[in-house]
């Protein structure tokens, strides 16, 4: 039996080593004690968890556009624990600040803004506490995705997925109301909700059909009918 648990070590090792070419660069935000209060608090407000554990458990990865256009002021806008008072639409929600695990540049560059890739983070409503977020610097007009990200987005599912086999979805921030009927959906006021558009649904059909051996999830097709 130890040897058989030795030998499934080397052969994890030996497949993630596969992913050497994917290089994260840590770029972390701040992450004190009061964004740790906040984040149980929201586990337990919003998704009724309660919880002193600060990681999730992924079964999800969720991609996003920032809108903001640098890469310099996403991190800028991540940075505080708390939300700044322009958002006064999810302010209501919690006074966590939004973030994702992952950011990555328009060219193409992977940046690890928390602490660990399963730190909890704010970044999709209902299934944060089990979704790893990944922002894309840009938006749809003027600073359109680019295939570099399309390439680093491709390239981090693969390594997500490599290391948490548990992972079984993929979707775009566009397609989380989709969940509203889903067994992993954990909001606990059905009236909170918001509409989004990122982070395409051309991206996220050029990021599927490259990571389509992976057979990763999209939104339940009931609630699509």
């Keep these: 039996m130890r040897y058989l648990r030795i030998s499934f070590i080397l052969i994890t090792a030996i497949l993630l080593s596969g992913f050497s070419g994917i290089h994260i660069i840590k770029e972390p935000v701040t992450f004190d004690s009061e964004r740790k209060k906040l984040s149980l608090q929201?586990?337990?407000?919003?998704?009724?968890?309660?919880?002193?554990?600060?990681?999730?458990?992924p079964k999800m990865i969720v991609l996003h556009f920032t809108v903001i256009p640098t890469l310099e002021g996403t991190i800028r806008a991540f940075q505080k624990a708390t939300l700044p008072s322009s958002r006064v639409a999810i302010t209501s929600a919690s006074q966590l600040n939004v973030s994702s695990q992952f950011i990555?540049?328009?060219?193409g560059s992977i940046y690890q803004i928390l602490p660990e890739e399963t730190t909890f983070?704010?970044?999709?409503?209902?299934?944060?506490y089990t979704a790893i977020?990944?922002?894309?610097?840009g938006d749809a007009d003027t600073n359109p995705l680019t295939k570099q990200q399309i390439a680093a987005n491709v390239k981090l599912v693969r390594y997500l997925k490599m290391k948490y086999p548990q992972i079984d979805y993929l979707i775009g921030h566009?397609?989380?109301?989709?969940?509203?009927?889903?067994?992993?959906?954990?909001?606990?006021?059905?009236?909170?909700?918001t509409e989004k558009t990122d982070p395409g649904i051309q991206f996220m059909e050029q990021v599927r059909e490259q990571v389509k051996d992976l057979k990763l999830k999209g939104p339940p097709k009931s609630a699509v009918n």
């Design 42 to 57: 929201y586990l337990k407000e919003r998704h009724g968890i309660e919880t002193q554990d600060i990681n999730i458990k």
């Design 133 to 137: 977020g990944v922002e894309n610097v």
């Design 174 to 193: 566009q397609e989380y109301n989709l969940f509203r009927e889903h067994e992993l959906w954990k909001e606990t006021d059905p009236n909170y909700r």
């Design 121 to 128: 983070a704010r970044h999709v409503i209902g299934l944060n």
């Design 104 to 107: 990555i540049d328009q060219d």
